[in-house]
């Protein structure tokens, strides 16, 4: 076949178009009208409940407001409370902010007892430091049972008002972990080398000469 006798392209294509397709639907805007911008909703923050789910004692370290009535306890607490709910309403995508949102409500708590707290904790914003099972009472500070108290309470979860016979607290778990003392102590029992220890460690006691060895 030569080269004339090669089908050629017409010079000019017509294209039709799909009468079947919908014909798209334009709405009349004012003239000298913006496009509107579509803004997608930010994620908002949302506080966690954090426990550890563990069969070993915990320990906390707290903070605490002493007041000595229920009613300006409350008024207190629901002060807190507030304040929480403000921080976690504020809309962010910080994937941090649930910690800087703990040390505010930390901080903010340790304000509130500088300033109303009637515990002689007031001083250091009332830090109890670590409560651990079996701790020994704090006089003026705490009992057993307000520890036992405590020690069921939740991070960063305020409890109502507990009473004592110091008054009524208003308790901040500010942390949790598994309690370090306790742990110590059960591994020193279960632990083989630490009976080796002790026993090496041990003052050597001279047993008293026998009649043997004593001279005629």
Same mark, same amino acid.
């Given at each position: ?12 294509? !017509? ?46 370290? !707290? ?5 000595? @009535? ?30 800087? %949102? ?17 515990? @002689? @904790? ?46 009524? %607290? ?39 000469? @026998?009649?043997? %060895?004593?001279?005629?």
């Amino acid at each position: 076949m030569t080269d004339k006798e090669q089908p050629q392209e017409p010079q000019e294509t !017509v294209y039709e178009r799909d009468k079947t397709a919908k014909e798209p639907k334009v709405q009349d805007k004012p003239e000298g009208e913006a496009p509107k911008r579509v803004i997608k909703p930010r994620k908002v923050f949302q506080a966690k409940k954090v426990k550890i789910q563990s069969k070993k004692p915990l320990e906390h370290r !707290v903070r605490h407001i002493r007041m000595s @009535s229920l009613e300006t306890a409350n008024l207190i607490r629901q002060t807190v409370v507030d304040f929480q709910n403000e921080l976690a309403a504020e809309p962010t995508d910080d994937p941090d902010k649930e910690y800087q %949102d703990y040390e505010k409500i930390e901080k903010f708590f340790a304000r509130l007892a500088r300033k109303y707290s009637v515990c @002689s @904790s007031k001083g250091v914003g009332g830090d109890l430091e670590w409560i651990y099972p079996k701790m020994p009472e704090m006089e003026g500070i705490f009992t057993k049972d307000l520890r036992d108290e405590i020690l069921q309470c939740e991070k960063f979860v305020i409890p109502d008002p507990i009473k004592s016979k110091f008054g009524y %607290d208003i308790i901040l778990v500010c942390e949790t972990q598994i309690c370090k003392k306790i742990e110590e102590e059960e591994k020193e029992k279960l632990d083989p080398r630490y009976e080796a220890l002790a026993a090496k460690d041990a003052p050597r006691v001279q047993a008293p000469p @026998s009649s043997m %060895d004593i001279p005629s």
